[in-house]
């Protein structure tokens, strides 16, 4: 039995009799998250850093945007909220929001989904991954890679070995490396498959519709589920086009799951608001699918907060059509800082940056990027920026720096 006696130092807490009782010396030291761990330096060095980390769409003087849509909702809402149910939420969230999020990306066609609300889309990613590997036999998920830094450690949590496939094939964006994997499996095992759709976190670079189409068609009939990562509705272009993708695989009769956020698209990072949701055939899968997620996220969380759900469904109750102008704007920015950085770099950063959303991979060796550190700019050591966070009267100061350390 371990026992300990009380601070000489404070007189309050308990220290232990010998530094081997206590079990916390046992814990592995842990890798600090890696996008964290540099905005954090970038924050600390004040107002006259660069910070190209966390993907946070920024205004001019460096505060996060707000959507003006979804401004009127807040203050919408702001009144009720002394009145508001406090008690538990439902576990699969608030039906309002729920359709809402449904509508968005299945539209009004006659799909069956199951649905739940999640803390944001890194929730709806772990939610579904556990719902994945009770759909697959084999345990194993194709990842392809470079990937969102939170892709791998939540399908390892979920118990899958992870197979990386390089995403990209001579500086674009490529399903070949896949499919030829893919087709080299002896096993009749089902597996598991997780792809983005739009706005490539963190290449920026897509697949074409020609080359999301083929892959489409080469998974059609295989033993396979699909999780779509479904992060930046509207931040490639309009939100009906960008959900053309994900029909490309129902239309194929492919198993899916996706994974929605609000992050981005309702500027709502802080709020925490996704859904996670499995398209099914009828109505009697969706009860059994949505208890299913239930039971997954009672044993996490029970059930995802609710004010984020309720802004979303204000905003496409009430002002959708404001919404989609915000996120016009939204592109218009990105692409204009996108276009700046491409005709102020050399040669070899053109490709790089000729994707869509907040993010781009910059050939810089992990040298040249702690040299733009000690010019007070902060990327990831990948090279990877976050178009959308830089001020534009700032991007001329950017390249500037860059062109000088390579």
């Not at 046992?26 to 600390?44: M, N």
């Not at 033993?223 to 129902?250: H, M, N, S, W």
Request: glycine share 6%; charged share 25%; proline share 7%.
């Amino acid at each position: 039995m371990v026992t300990g006696t009380l601070c000489p130092g404070c007189g309050k807490c308990y220290i232990f009799r010998q530094m081997s009782d206590n079990p916390f010396i046992r814990l592995p030291v842990p890798k600090p998250d890696p996008i964290f761990a540099i905005s954090a330096e970038a924050l600390k060095a004040g107002q006259d850093a660069i910070n190209g980390t966390i993907g946070v769409f920024m205004d001019e003087n460096g505060e996060t945007v707000l959507f003006p849509s979804v401004k009127k909702a807040i203050a919408e809402i702001a009144p009720t909220l002394p009145d508001m149910r406090y008690s538990y939420p439902p576990l699969l969230g608030l039906p309002e929001f729920r359709s809402a999020v449904e509508k968005l990306i299945f539209s009004d066609s006659e799909i069956h989904a199951a649905s739940i609300a999640t803390t944001a889309g890194t929730g709806a990613l772990a939610v579904n991954l556990r719902l994945l590997k009770m759909l697959t036999d084999s345990g194993e998920i194709y990842l392809q890679s470079p990937a969102w830094a939170n892709h791998p450690p939540p399908s390892s949590d979920a118990g899958f070995k992870i197979i990386e496939i390089p995403y990209l094939a001579d500086g674009k964006a490529s399903a070949g490396p896949l499919v030829e994997e893919i087709k080299k499996r002896k096993s009749r095992n089902s597996f598991a498959v997780l792809l983005q759709v739009g706005c490539h976190n963190p290449t920026g670079l897509d697949l074409s519709t020609e080359g999301w189409r083929q892959l489409a068609d080469f998974l059609a009939g295989k033993p396979c589920t699909v999780l779509l990562d479904f992060a930046y509705q509207g931040f490639k272009d309009e939100p009906e086009k960008d959900r053309e993708y994900i029909k490309t695989y129902l239309s194929k009769g492919i198993p899916t799951l996706i994974s929605w956020s609000a992050s981005k698209n309702h500027s709502i990072y802080s709020l925490r608001t996704g859904l996670a949701c499995a398209v099914v055939t009828d109505d009697r899968m969706k009860e059994t699918v949505e208890g299913i997620y239930s039971m997954i996220t009672r044993r996490i969380h029970s059930a995802a907060a609710t004010l984020g759900q309720k802004v979303v469904a204000v905003v496409q109750e009430k002002y959708p059509s404001e919404w989609r102008a915000d996120l016009k704007n939204a592109r218009k920015i990105m692409h204009e800082k996108r276009s700046m950085m491409h005709d102020l770099l050399p040669d070899n950063f053109k490709s790089p940056l000729e994707g869509f959303g907040m993010f781009a991979m910059l050939p810089l060796s992990e040298s040249q990027v702690a040299g733009l550190k000690k010019q007070n700019v902060f990327l990831t050591l990948d090279g990877r920026i976050n178009i959308a966070g830089i001020p534009m009267k700032r991007i001329e100061e950017l390249c500037e720096k860059i062109r000088k350390i390579i």
